[in-house]
């Protein structure tokens, strides 16, 4: 009888498939807390778990039920999507797997192969954040643009679209969502040069169902959903100036889409301006408005054809790096005795804002960190209160927060039990001076803005490291008020769960995977999950059996522009791991084994302090986004100071020129003249000089 059933169970299955998964069930998946079955959990996306059995009381007996190493080196930001027993996961260069849940057996690996050279297009590391599931199918975005379906059983291809055009420097990173039988995806590159836009895909054929542009096409009307409000948008923009009649002005969605059943709306987080320097980007016209929409705004399009609902613009004219596109958590509060369905926000720009999912109405906005752009947001207007000094057109401006944002795309989490939301936070200042040299260079960096080479003096570069300040915060929504902080060790810090155990899980840059009491803050739990913890955690169960997953690794934006804020890197690569966690779990990691290899003595090259200064300049326009500030690199790409090239002028030369093309090295030769690249040598000896007199 009982193999009759398992029979019967095992021709159902069959039916149906595995990762039946479908709009009906995700808007009902409080009543299977087992799985994780969409990127935020929920539509709400709240990354809120109803599982309990892992609570404050036993945390502390947490232990590692199963490691798997992932197949490529480099960040993992992923949220594992875990359905019917099964793991689906994306490490970096978009690769998928399916792993047995409970075990951590490897079911099938889908590589995409991007082309590694495309990597040079990534400002923030070759990473993706996920997958979807729905309906037997995993799709996924890559790399150079495409949007790739896989039959959930066997991880074999059912199609496969592309996004995007790949002669721009457009990138996915981020999780497509689905509903409504629709695939929606975003882009990003803005630092670059792209125009930003989401698309919906059908699910079943692949078929492009539409499109909302971010930012207005100047030329004509692009046959889009976002036609109607061109006309618009286009009134926010210079219309005959600006480099964004060329780059395209930014405005990517690279990670929050959220599909909101409640009003019907698809909520898109939109991103920064290219060039970032407004006034190279769209120049201001006196009595014009500038606010260039749809930058750095929240908005809300009709999920089935993606026409305009309404918006809000939280930092208009942005100018700074301050992006919308930060996950975006949609919940019903009591405000002022009422229910408000509202939606919650933490963009770059250091606010925290309440917005009324019936109209992008603000309802409140509190700061949530230290920010000298504004000084607090107008609610008669809905405009910040800007501080003029910190629009760096004729003077260099000091500002916080910096492009890594006051919280960046790290996912914050809320509790139903305590109402708060936990937010990974990080106060860091940044200079920021007009680029006065500035020329459009397609597919190149093109922020026209310039920052300071990192001082030489070791104790100013001990006291700008020791200014960046990383925060796990507890923030009440409704009053606007900071409930709890804790300050974490680095600057940089990974995405939250809230689970009902009353637990927040957070992992951190330096590696630790830590549980905290969700109404007080206090540690209950820390485990040395061996490399930085970026992504957002999720907990699901299997028989009964709660985990806890957490994904490990040496990358990520941080490790490539901030090197120098990475104590003691690793001189080669290192591959990734998804680490999960059970009650009296006895597994262990194989014992890390970092390389650090140490610096060869630098060539002597004779230069004067003019070429030295030419060389920084150069390094910090072309290089430093990948290699790092003061030429210090995180570990994750070549650190300059220790390249072989850099012995040898001709060698350096060709590398600069394309030599090593293939491997992912941008060819600039139309920017870098061989006098450039030797003052840039020059100035990489010296930072090598440093070093090799440090150890
Ligand atoms: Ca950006």
New binding site residues.
Partial sequence: MRYAWAGLALALLAACGPAQVNERRIANADSEPGNWMTHGRTYSEDRYSPLDAINTENVSELGLAWSYELREPRGAEATPIVVDGVMYVTSAWSIVYALDAASGRELWVYDPEVPHERGASA??DVVNRGVAVWNGRVYFGTIDGRLIALDARTGRRVWEEVTVDQSRPYTITGAPRAARGLIFIGN?G??FGVRGYVSAYDAASGRLRWRFYTTPNPREIDDAASDSVRDRALATWNPDVGAWLESGG?G?A?DAIVFDPETDTLWIGV??GAP?NREIRSPSIEGRNNDNLFLSSVVGVDPDTGEYKCHYQETPGETW?Y?G?QPIILSTLTIGGAERRVLLHAP?NGFFYVIDRSNCGLISAGSIATQTWASGVDMATGRPIENAEARFVSRTAIVLPS?FGAHNWHPMSMSRQTGLVYIPVQEMAQDYTSDPAFVYRPGRWNTATVHAPLPEDRATRAAIRNSMQGFLLAWDPVNQREAWRVRLEAPWNGGTLATAGGLVFQGTLDGHFRAYNARTGERLWDYDNQAATMGGPVSYAIDGQQYVAALASYGTLFYLPAGFGIPNPPTEPQRGRVNVFRLGGTAQLPPRELVRLPVERPPTIRANAATLQRGAAVYTQFCMACHGFGAISGGVLPDLRRSASLQDAGVWAQTVHGARAANGMPDFTQWVSDGDAEAMRAYVAQEAMTLYAEQ
């Fill in positions: 400002c923030c990003g803005a630092e930014g990517t690279w991103g920064n970032w790096d992006t596109t770059k492009p």
